[in-house]
C-alpha cells in the first residue's frame, strides 16, 4: 500500500491531471504526469471496466501499487501522476507489468 502522503485520492486532482498534463505509454499503460510544488510524489491508478470483471481490475490495481510503491523513492518527486491501464495488461503477469510501469517511467525520463 501506498504511504498516505502519496496517494492522489479527490476526483478534482485527477481531472486537474487529465486536463493539464503531458502523458507518455505503451502498449498495456498510459501514464500522465503534471508538476507539482509538493515535496513528495502524489500517485493514482486508473482501471477501465473494459478491463474485465472487478476481480481482475481489483487484481490488476493491488499488483500496479506494489510496483509503484516499490519505484516509489526513484521517482521525480516534483510530479504527481496518474497510470490509466489499458484492456491488454490483464495478459501480463507481475514482472510483466513492472517492466511496462519501468518502461514508462523511462520513457517521461521521470526515474532517477
Known amino acids: 500500500m501506498l504511504k498516505k502522503e502519496n496517494r492522489l485520492t479527490k476526483r478534482k486532482e485527477f481531472g486537474y491531471i487529465y486536463k493539464n498534463g503531458k502523458y507518455v505509454y505503451n502498449n498495456y499503460l498510459t501514464l500522465m504526469y503534471v508538476p507539482t ?3 513528495n510524489p502524489r500517485i493514482g ?3 477501465s471496466k473494459k478491463t ?11 499488483q500496479l501499487r506494489d510496483v509503484v510503491r ?12 496518474v497510470f490509466v491501464t489499458k484492456p491488454e ?21 521521470l526515474i532517477k
Do not use: C, M
Open 45 to 47: 491508478f486508473s482501471i
Open 70 to 81: 516499490t519505484l516509489t523513492e526513484s521517482l521525480n518527486p516534483s510530479f504527481n501522476y
Open 37 to 39: 510544488k509538493l515535496k
Open 52 to 62: 474485465g470483471k472487478a476481480w481482475l481490475r481489483n487484481k490488476i490495481k493491488r
Open 89 to 109: 495488461i490483464t495478459t501480463l503477469n507481475y514482472n510483466q507489468i513492472k517492466d511496462a510501469v519501468i518502461n514508462v517511467l523511462n520513457k517521461a525520463k
